[in-house]
């Protein structure tokens, strides 16, 4: 008797370690599964077997290497479609023609005493040549600070000073490099979504900041604001690019029917192209109580 129980007890003590042994890996193998599905593709499993589990996590392994090597060529060839497209609207017009016909439009005003309407064709032309100049899709953000200045003054005559607008910069953000036409269309949701709506207009603020690689921008406006709902799910959809969902179907969706979001959307797609998904928008906002939108 003694012997059957001490075999039994064997018994079970080997079951146990083989079980272990196989539920193990199979256990780690789907909490990494888990992390992959959650947009982590750096996932690995470190393993030695050579029997049926081991050959599963080489697999697995091969499998999320090739997935990631996939999404970085989707990546670039969206980059390059992207390219693409800019240089073939480059290619429809002539800059030169056209910065020549505003700078013969800004003497024939200068010479007729038309001096506000002057300024509004200069800045028009730095647009204009900012816009369809270059090919690089990062500029420095001095230069993006210059255009978006112009834009500013160009919309300022529009409401007819119902717009004041401030910009403070670091010294040393100067020179870090920033996807071309970042703030524009951010600054545009702040003037027509929040600032027209309001008979007195407002003010937009525009800050700029560095903390040792970080950047952080940061633009406030303190018009009307946007409703509880449509800003949480304007966040939920930029969170839902964040996490990896290819092309934002649900989030242009949403988006478009709260009204500001397709700009949004393609701002946190190009962030995420160019520097990773650990950097995104954020947006906050109180109803009649302005909206803050940061690139962090």
Request: with cysteine.
């Amino acid at each position: 008797y003694l012997f059957v129980i001490l075999a039994l007890i064997m018994g079970v003590i080997v079951s146990l370690v083989l079980a272990w042994s196989v539920t193990k890996p199979l256990q780690q193998l789907s909490e990494e599964m888990g992390r992959v599905e959650s947009g982590n593709l750096d996932s690995r499993i470190e393993s030695k077997r050579k029997d049926e589990v081991g050959i599963l996590i080489d697999s697995y392994n091969y499998m999320i290497g090739e997935i990631k090597r996939l999404v970085n060529e989707v990546y670039e060839e969206k980059m390059a479609q992207k390219t693409a497209e800019i240089k073939a609207l480059q290619a429809q017009i002539n800059p030169h023609f056209l910065y020549n016909t505003l700078d013969t439009v800004n003497w024939m005003l200068l010479d007729r005493g038309e001096d506000d309407i002057s300024d509004i064709i200069v800045n028009l032309g730095d647009l204009l040549k900012y816009s369809i100049s270059g090919s690089s899709t990062e500029v420095p953000l001095k230069e993006e600070i210059q255009y978006i200045q112009s834009y500013l003054e160009i919309q300022k005559c529009r409401m007819e000073d119902r717009l004041e607008y401030n910009i403070s910069i670091a010294e040393n953000c100067m020179e870090c490099r920033c996807p071309k036409l970042l703030l524009q269309p951010i600054v545009e949701n702040s003037i027509v979504h929040g600032l027209e709506g309001r008979e007195t207009g407002g003010k937009v603020g525009i800050s700029i900041s560095r903390s040792n690689q970080h950047v952080y921008i940061q633009v406030s406006d303190d018009g009307i604001g946007i409703e509880e709902e449509k800003l949480r799910q304007i966040n939920e959809d930029l969170r839902n690019i964040r996490r990896g969902f290819q092309g934002g179907v649900v989030g242009k969706r949403d988006m478009g029917k709260a009204g500001m979001g397709v700009s949004l959307l393609n701002i946190q797609e190009r962030i995420h192209l160019l520097y990773g998904r650990e950097y995104a928008l954020y947006l906050q906002s109180l109803e009649n109580a302005g909206m803050d939108v940061c690139v962090v």
